[in-house]
């Protein structure tokens, strides 16, 4: 295989784990947040602006994982160094 | 249609003029066009405020926001918000309006731009120290770092450039995807799912913004916090059992 087809593939391949790797752990983590969060309101309901804020603050800082790996994956698949520099030669 | 191609994740690459070796692209023409919409509509409305009952529409609308702003940093700093509400709402509302026009066709949102968001996010990281500093004196503001022992100091710092990074690459993934799984589903389903999605980027983009200033508030209050709270306990000592 010449040099183009193997990073073209790795590239593809590379990006499809990332996602789907890199989704597992903030949903799975969101999931538990949200639980607790209305568990929260539903024993507190007064505190509800306070634990709302709060929990939308705690599901960006969670969220940012998977925009990391999202981020990661479009490189990869729209502006890949490597790929432009084989094209380019 | 789109200004920006499927093939490029950020707008820096469309070139909209160039003279010389200055060119003008799609992120810096949309940056200031924000710009100038937040100035002058702030500058139309606050040109005749009232002080009695009875007030024009727009002004109602900007006290309210400026109202909501106060009440929020005032909740989440601890503080009194006059000292943050120049910084925080002009993030909140930057960011907020450059998200929400991007129902506008042909118009793109800066903020889906690397350059722009890593922008706002080093002006946080440069407003943490200026507000840590100005709050508690060069020497208290440093010493934070040295807690509890020296050893935390390489942490702390790197803490501090994570953040910031977390911030940029935050905003800008959020704002970034929503655009291309418009442009993705408009090519596998073109019928009404599009427009769902859209409008959910709207809602992602106004949480985004809200999301960007609260975090950059609460960056900003802990470099300040902690000297304010001893204060204030030893005001009120039974604070805890109310």
Redesign the interface.
């Known amino acids: 295989m010449d040099h183009i087809s193997i990073i073209g593939m790795a590239s593809i391949i590379t990006a499809g784990l990332t996602i789907c790797i890199g989704s597992i752990g903030p949903a799975l983590g969101e999931g538990r947040a949200v639980a607790q969060a209305l568990s929260s309101i539903a024993q507190q309901p007064d505190e509800s ?2 634990i709302t ?1 709060t929990l ?2 705690g599901l ?2 969670i ?2 994982t998977a ?2 790996c ?2 990661i994956a ?2 990869l698949i ?2 890949n160094p490597f790929w432009d520099y084989v094209v380019s030669r | 249609m789109d200004v920006v191609g499927l ?3 950020s707008s820096d690459v469309v070139v909209i003029w160039q003279w010389g070796f200055i060119s003008l692209n799609a992120t810096i023409l949309y940056t200031w066009m924000v710009m100038a919409l937040l100035t002058m509509v702030s500058w139309l409305v606050t040109r005749k405020l009232s002080v009695g009952p009875k007030l024009s529409r727009w002004q109602n609308l900007l006290e309210v926001l400026v109202s909501a702003m106060r009440n ?1 940093i005032r ?2 700093s601890q503080q009194e918000p006059d000292q943050y509400l120049p910084f925080i709402g002009t993030l909140f509302l930057f960011i907020a309006i450059s998200n929400l026009l991007a129902i506008i066709p042909g118009y793109v949102p800066p903020t889906g731009s690397l350059s722009t968001t890593a922008a706002l996010a080093i002006s946080v990281f440069v407003a943490v120290p200026v507000y840590g500093i100005a709050d508690k004196g060069a020497i208290g503001y440093l010493k934070r770092y040295v807690r509890p022992t020296v050893f935390m100091l390489p942490f702390h710092v790197m803490g501090e450039i994570s953040r910031t990074l ?1 911030l940029a ?2 905003l ?3 704002m ?2 929503g655009t ?1 799984i418009g442009a993705i589903l408009l090519a596998v389903v073109p019928l009404f799912f599009p427009i769902l999605m859209q409008v959910l980027g709207l809602l992602t983009g106004l ?2 913004a ?2 960007f200033a ?2 950059a508030m ?1 960056y900003i209050a802990s470099a300040t916090r902690a000297h304010h709270e001893k204060e204030e306990n030893n005001k009120h000592p039974s604070k805890g059992e109310r």
């Open positions: 602006g306070t804020r939308f603050v960006a800082m969220e940012s925009i990391y999202l981020v479009m490189i729209f502006a | 093939k490029e994740i929020q909740e989440v977390a690459v935050r800008f993934g959020n970034m995807s291309k949480i985004q809200y999301i609260i975090l609460v």
